[in-house]
Structure formats: structure tokens, C-alpha cells
């Protein structure tokens, strides 16, 4: 038991968001990916709703989505706002990575809270989140500002909407060290 212990703790202790520029291009098994979504599967949700939904660009799908947040970002842009780095930011942070998954959230307004359902789909992303940390493979959740844009784009229904994009890629591991202030501020004790 104690060894279990031990490596969950250092798991989720060295979870870490890596960006796109830190990745090296080296293409992710399908079966590794499957593994991710499969533990995202395995999260907490109040009476059963399952409310996450993936949508996976890979290979030429990662075009199609940088394409597409380019053109959204040019079309939202005012002419004072626009700039060709965001532009190209938007971008190269899908094209730099190996896989970016869109994080869809099916609502359930006749069965829980939506607070329930965003509290559900989060457990499912640090689910995947320190799986990918498990296999060595370097993620980060981003909420992008046109993060409503994408809804139409990935067909989503009236009771679907997407909560951002989890971005994936091996990378060189680094010592990025925790930035944290103690437990010991964060917590009340009530024992008698």
C-alpha cells in the first residue's frame, strides 16, 4: 500500500503545464491516447451523467484546427487589436503539439446543477492530466478566448459546450518546481 501511495503522490506533485513550444513533435501512440481518454472516463460524476465529451485532433486534424483558430482570431480581431504574432500564436500552438483535445461539456439541466457537470468534466481533465504526467508526456488545459467559437465548429448541440482545448506533446523533461504556499494556510481544523 505504502508504494501506491508514493507514486500517486509523486504524480500529482510533479503534474506540471507544459506548452506547446517545450514539445519536440514526437508523434503519441493512439493506444496512449485511448489510455488518457479511458482514465478521463473514470472520474466523479453526480447521478451518472458522464458530461465529458472529446473531441481528438491528430495528424491532419491538427491543420484544420489551427486554421480554423487563425481565422477565428482575424475575423474577431479589430484592426486595432489585430497582431500577425497573435495571429501566428494562435496557431503554432496546435501545430507545435502532438494532439490537442477539444473538452466538450454535455449539460444536464433536468438531472444536476451545470456547476456539477463543470465540476465533473474538471475531474476528467486532471484525470487525463496526470496520466499524460505517468507516460512522460507534457499537457495543459487553455481556455482560449474563442473558446465559444469552437462550439459550432466542433457541432456541438444546444446542450454541449466546449470548456477548452487540452494541449499534449512529449517534451525534455525540465525541473519546474511547484509554486505553492503551505496547506497549513489553506485549511481549518474542527476537532472537538
Same mark, same amino acid.
Given at each position: 500500500? #505504502?508504494?501506491? +501511495?508514493?507514486?500517486?503522490?509523486? +504524480? $500529482?506533485?510533479?503534474? %506540471?503545464?507544459?506548452?506547446?513550444? /517545450? @514539445?519536440?513533435?514526437?508523434? +503519441?501512440? %493512439?493506444?496512449?491516447?485511448?489510455?488518457?481518454?479511458?482514465?478521463?472516463? @473514470?472520474?466523479?460524476?453526480?447521478?451518472?451523467?458522464?458530461?465529458?465529451?472529446?473531441?481528438?485532433?491528430?495528424?491532419?486534424?491538427?491543420?484544420?484546427?489551427?486554421?480554423?483558430?487563425?481565422?477565428?482570431? %482575424?475575423?474577431?480581431?479589430?484592426?486595432?487589436?489585430?497582431?500577425?504574432?497573435?495571429?501566428?500564436?494562435?496557431?503554432?500552438?496546435?501545430?507545435? #503539439?502532438?494532439?490537442?483535445?477539444? +473538452?466538450?461539456?454535455? $449539460?444536464?439541466?433536468?438531472?444536476?446543477? /451545470?456547476? /456539477?457537470?463543470?465540476?465533473? &468534466? #474538471?475531474?476528467?481533465?486532471?484525470?487525463?492530466?496526470?496520466?499524460? =504526467?505517468?507516460?512522460?508526456?507534457?499537457?495543459?488545459?487553455? #481556455?482560449?478566448?474563442? &473558446?465559444?467559437?469552437?462550439?459550432?465548429?466542433?457541432?456541438? =448541440?444546444?446542450?454541449?459546450?466546449?470548456?477548452?482545448?487540452?494541449?499534449?506533446?512529449?517534451?525534455?523533461?525540465?525541473?519546474?518546481?511547484? &509554486?505553492?504556499?503551505?496547506? /497549513?494556510?489553506?485549511?481549518?481544523?474542527?476537532?472537538?
Amino acid at each position: 500500500m #505504502s508504494q501506491s +501511495i508514493d507514486t500517486i503522490n509523486q +504524480i $500529482i506533485r510533479n503534474r %506540471r503545464s507544459i506548452f506547446p513550444p /517545450e @514539445y519536440t513533435g514526437q508523434e +503519441i501512440p %493512439r493506444e496512449l491516447l485511448e489510455t488518457v481518454l479511458e482514465n478521463a472516463n @473514470y472520474a466523479p460524476t453526480h447521478r451518472l451523467t458522464q458530461p465529458w465529451r472529446f473531441t481528438v485532433f491528430r495528424g491532419q486534424g491538427l491543420q484544420k484546427l489551427a486554421d480554423y483558430m487563425g481565422d477565428t482570431y %482575424r475575423a474577431n480581431a479589430t484592426p486595432e487589436s489585430f497582431s500577425e504574432a497573435k495571429l501566428e500564436g494562435a496557431r503554432n500552438k496546435v501545430l507545435k #503539439s502532438a494532439c490537442v483535445i477539444a +473538452i466538450v461539456m454535455e $449539460i444536464h439541466p433536468d438531472k444536476v446543477p /451545470e456547476w /456539477e457537470e463543470v465540476a465533473a &468534466v #474538471s475531474c476528467a481533465v486532471q484525470n487525463m492530466w496526470l496520466t499524460t =504526467t505517468a507516460l512522460g508526456i507534457g499537457a495543459y488545459w487553455s #481556455s482560449p478566448s474563442n &473558446v465559444n467559437a469552437l462550439n459550432q465548429f466542433l457541432n456541438l =448541440t444546444p446542450s454541449q459546450k466546449c470548456v477548452g482545448l487540452f494541449f499534449m506533446g512529449y517534451h525534455l523533461p525540465k525541473d519546474k518546481p511547484a &509554486v505553492r504556499t503551505p496547506i /497549513e494556510e489553506k485549511v481549518t481544523w474542527v476537532e472537538a
